[in-house]
């Protein structure tokens, strides 16, 4: 069942694909597209689940969920949901025919597999007015944020939102560290950093670097 459902999202995918700059305007936001590469998405999955389960095998069944903060066309949230673990899967984006994308796209897999889509919702908004604290209801959460075009202003301040709403060891995948070099807010002490990996991304199939951060 996983195994079809993954080969039909690869097949439907690029008829949805939107790889253009949107024509509406996102002022002061940056809404350039780039995305990861499937194998990327596995090698994200499986060290964000070896981090949560600090290495062992089982991670439980139905119990946590994902969130893509900018999503795009949802390509991620949809694969997401296909592991047992996951029991919701969130993606936000504020393109409005990205959204459109990804709503057709989960319409189109509805049909088949309705099991795994009834876990995916998607939300046409900005990151920075989303309730996590309502969403993740005291469960850690496993975040996935493609920040590295995003400024280093508007990433602070998704980060404090993200200390201030998510529960303690919440897990946190980002494609830009967001303190380097900066002494600015967020405070490092309210993160701690576990990990660096490279992962294939659309803009770099040798690997990008990627960061995880638990929530203290
Ligand atoms: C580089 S793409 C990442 C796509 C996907 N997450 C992935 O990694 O494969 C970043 C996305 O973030 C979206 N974005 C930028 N600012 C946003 C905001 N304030 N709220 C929600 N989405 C935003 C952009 O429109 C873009 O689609």
Redesign the pocket.
């Known amino acids: 069942m996983r195994k079809s459902y993954i080969n039909n999202l690869k097949r439907n995918y690029p008829n949805c694909r939107h790889d253009g700059e949107p024509s509406d305007s996102?002022e002061g936001?940056?809404?350039?597209?780039?995305?990861?590469e499937y194998n990327g998405i596995q090698q994200y999955a499986t060290t964000i689940f070896r981090l949560f389960s600090h290495g062992k095998r089982n991670i439980g069944t139905n119990e946590h969920i994902f969130i893509?903060?900018?999503?795009?066309n949802g390509?991620?949230p949809l694969f997401m949901a296909s592991y047992p673990c996951i029991k919701r899967s969130i993606g936000?984006?504020?393109?409005k025919s990205?959204y459109e994308n990804s709503q057709n796209l989960l319409s189109s897999l509805s049909v088949n597999f309705g099991e795994i889509t009834q876990k995916v919702e998607f939300f046409n908004?900005?990151?920075?007015k989303f309730n996590f604290r309502e969403t993740a209801n005291g469960v850690p959460c496993f975040i996935?944020i493609?920040n590295?075009?995003?400024p280093s202003d508007?990433t602070h301040k998704l980060f404090d939102k993200l200390h201030e709403e998510l529960p303690e060891g919440s897990i946190i995948g980002c494609s830009k560290h967001p303190f380097n070099g900066e002494q600015t807010s967020p405070d490092k002490q309210q993160f701690h950093f576990t990990k660096k990996i490279h992962i294939p991304m659309s803009w770099k199939k040798e690997g990008s670097e990627v960061f995880f951060f638990t929530v203290k």
């Not at 893509?68 to 795009?72: M, P, R, S």
């Open positions: 996102y936001h940056c809404v350039t597209y780039g995305e990861m893509d903060i900018g999503c795009g390509k991620f936000i984006e504020l393109v990205r908004m900005d990151m920075l996935w493609s590295l075009c995003f508007i």
